[in-house]
């Protein structure tokens, strides 16, 4: 699925309460929709309120919402969000039990250079191993097979089967450690995340909504002050999403 085949709603302002119903059934179908017309994070925050139970986060204010932008200074582990380097494709809070279903992401300022957002449909790499390496697809399934977010962080797999639908939770650096056996699969489940990024640009504004349970997001690498906002939350029951996907082959076993 190329960018400009997602759908693209106006949400600003006023409008966040009524967009949410609009974009909420593109939402459960691709798990991405793109959104315009933001005037800055409150906006953002509106939107999200009336989509989810929003979900603090470390780095967050009270309410939820965190301004990302470039610090300075040398790259601390877990911290690579506040920096201009590039973002390895991850899900959000992959080191706790249950991760928030949704992520928004909206642009306050963009980057001189670079900073082109990365996003991945787990769905299409599921899709992909089970038709072309289905011995892989079984690995990186297996249960207490990685372990998110160091020591104190949670045990499990990068797809996980829950009911009839199928989950991801990914990072790719120091803070995720994987078993043997899911080790000897990561050129092939990175060679198939190539296969199918998306990069896009955002200006001030813009943004995007994504199922956090199905699409890996990242960055490359910028220069200047690029300033991002960010909100995380659980689907709130009368939306109708539900996070994950429906597999199109084989399943896990």
Known sequence: MRSESWTRYRVGGDRSTDAASELAPALAQQGLVLIDDLRGGN???RLARSLTTVTPHRDSDAAGLTTITDVGGPVRRGFAGFSACAL???TDRSGV????GLLMMSCGQPANLGGECVVIDGKAVYDELAQT???ALRALGGPRSVLFGGAAGYLGSIFTRVGDRITIR???DDLARFSPEVTRWLPILRATIDRHAVMFGLDAGQ???LDNCRWLHGRRAFSGQRVMYRVNGHPRPSSGLIPGFLPGG???P
């Open 250 to 252: 084989a399943r896990l």
């Open 43 to 45: 906006d953002l925050l």
């Open 133 to 135: 390496c289905s011995r």
């Open 88 to 90: 390895n494709p991850h």
């Open 170 to 172: 990914l990072r790719l």
């Open 97 to 100: 039990a249950n991760p928030p």
């Open 207 to 209: 943004g995007y909504v």
